[in-house]
Structure formats: C-alpha cells, structure tokens
C-alpha cells in the first residue's frame, strides 16, 4: 500500500505557473505507474496526466497538453506537475494517483491522495 500526500496548490493569476508535488510513503514507490486528475466545483474528476514507473512513458489530456509537465523523482519518492500559462478553467482540486501496475494510463488507479487546491483568476 501506498500514501500519497499532494502539496504546491494556491491561488495564481491567468497565465502563471504553479507546481504540484505528490510524496508517497508505504510501499515501493518506483513500481508504480502515477497520475495527475483534477475536480472543478460541478464538475465529474478527469483525467490530466500519467508517467510511468520509470519515468519513460507519459500521457496527457488534451486540454493540457504543452502546458502541463509531469516529471517523478524516484530517489525522493514525489512525483510532480508543473504547470504552466494556467488558466480559469484549471481552476480544480488536484489529486495524485498510484497505479500498481506501472503503467501511464488514464483510469484504474488504486490509491489516491487527499487533493490540493488551485485556483486560476482572471
């Protein structure tokens, strides 16, 4: 089993940056593949980014994609996600997820974090 605990959320402006750290404690962190999901207020939880266990392969959503970085850091069991030119609508609660099978997929992850807030203004 493994903890997941989300840190870096806040309030930014339209066009800044933020980025978002995700440590895990508990089991054999490099094993597991991670993801990156988001829930704005109304809104069903998506999908925004994966990386798998080795760091070799990563996915992104659309929306996202060529602004968003997902990056992990093995030694220091954190995976992380900067963020950049953010805008209103990245506005979300941000939760990280372990997947143990490794992969760098956009559903069926096993353990999840609490979420951090961000929150983009105009």
């Known amino acids: 089993q493994v903890q997941l605990v989300e840190s870096g959320g806040g309030l930014v402006q339209a066009g800044g940056s933020l980025r978002l750290s995700c440590a895990a404690s508990?089991?054999?962190?490099?094993?597991?593949?991670m993801g990156w999901f988001r829930q704005a207020p109304g809104k069903e939880r998506e999908f925004v980014a994966a990386?798998?266990?080795?760091?070799?392969?990563?996915s992104y959503a659309n929306s996202v994609k060529g602004r968003f970085t997902i990056s992990r850091d093995n030694a220091k069991n954190t995976v992380y996600l900067q963020m950049n030119s953010l805008k209103p609508e990245d506005t979300a609660v941000y939760y990280c997820?372990?997947?143990?099978?490794?992969?760098?997929?956009?559903?069926?992850?096993?353990?999840w974090g609490q979420g951090t807030r961000v929150t983009v203004s105009s």
């Open positions: 508990g089991s054999t962190f490099s094993s597991y593949g």
């Open positions: 997820a372990a997947d143990q099978n490794g992969g760098a997929k956009n559903y069926g992850y096993d353990y």
């Open positions: 990386i798998s266990w080795g760091g070799d392969r990563t």
